[in-house]
């Protein structure tokens, strides 16, 4: 008898001991390691957002410099056509006898 009564309190205890152990885990705050983890996660993610910021304000300038050059072509090649044409008649007009 004293034997059961034995296992049935350490069974008993067990749980006990479990309980408070399963209760306490609820109750601690997380630790601030993780925190500061966020932190440091969200100002590596934020210098990469300013990173891609920068490249985008690099790339934007970079079309309009290129876009200006276009146009600037476009013109000198207009002046070239311009003068390729001939100053004569076309030869479709009635020839001088």
């Known amino acids: 008898m004293k034997r059961v009564l034995r296992t049935i309190l350490g069974s008993m205890g067990s749980a006990v001991l479990l309980a408070i152990t399963l209760s306490a885990c609820g109750t601690v705050p997380p630790a601030p390691v993780a ?14 957002v300013q990173s891609l910021h920068r490249q985008l304000r690099e790339r934007d300038k970079r079309i309009e410099e290129l876009e200006s050059q276009l146009n600037v072509l476009k013109l000198i090649d207009q002046e070239v056509e311009t003068r390729k044409k001939p100053s004569r008649p076309p030869a ?3 020839p001088i006898e």
């Open 35 to 48: 925190a500061v983890h966020r932190n440091d996660a969200s100002a590596g993610e934020s210098s990469v």
């Open 92 to 94: 479709t007009l009635t």
